[in-house]
């Protein structure tokens, strides 16, 4: 993992480097928006990376984040600890590798991306021993609605 971490002081321009670089990444290369001291976040940057994805993650303040996931137009009912982008989607949250690939591998029509809202224990990078919830990866469109892509028990 790459961790580009520089003493930005405009957030404008925080934002706008996080989402320029994740436009002009090579394929397939998933830029992570997360806070510095987020464990949880780096657990799923390692997640994704032992499953082949190369990641570049952008520490920046809870308000770049939030600002993040505004200018994305992610609902706040699906959001999370951090915002990735991937080939042109939004990847909020603990999604799985698994989830990502099929997206990548299927491109449904109007999507715009996935999301495991909240912070479900035994999610990609929030692993506690034998204790899971049960969790959705869901689907969104363009229009924001949403359909569930996987379910885990």
Not at 26 to 33: F, I, L, Q
């Amino acid at each position: 993992m790459r961790l580009l971490t520089r003493g930005l002081t405009a957030l404008t321009f925080a934002i706008a480097l996080f989402l320029h670089n994740a436009n002009a990444m090579e394929a397939g290369t998933v830029t992570v928006a997360k806070t510095p001291s987020c464990g949880c976040c780096t657990a799923w940057i390692e997640h994704l990376e032992e499953n082949g994805f190369d990641v570049v993650a952008y520490d920046m303040t809870h308000e770049a984040l939030d600002n993040v996931k505004r200018d994305l137009n992610i609902d706040p009912a699906l959001v999370s600890c951090h915002t990735a982008m991937v080939d042109g989607y939004f990847i909020e949250g603990h999604v799985p590798a698994s989830d990502i690939t099929r997206l990548l591998e299927e491109r449904p029509a109007g999507a715009r991306g996935l999301s495991v809202p909240g912070m479900p224990i035994g999610s990609p990078g929030m692993e506690m021993g034998d204790q899971r919830d049960p969790f959705q990866t869901l689907l969104v469109h363009q229009d924001n609605q949403t359909e569930v892509f996987s379910s885990y028990d």
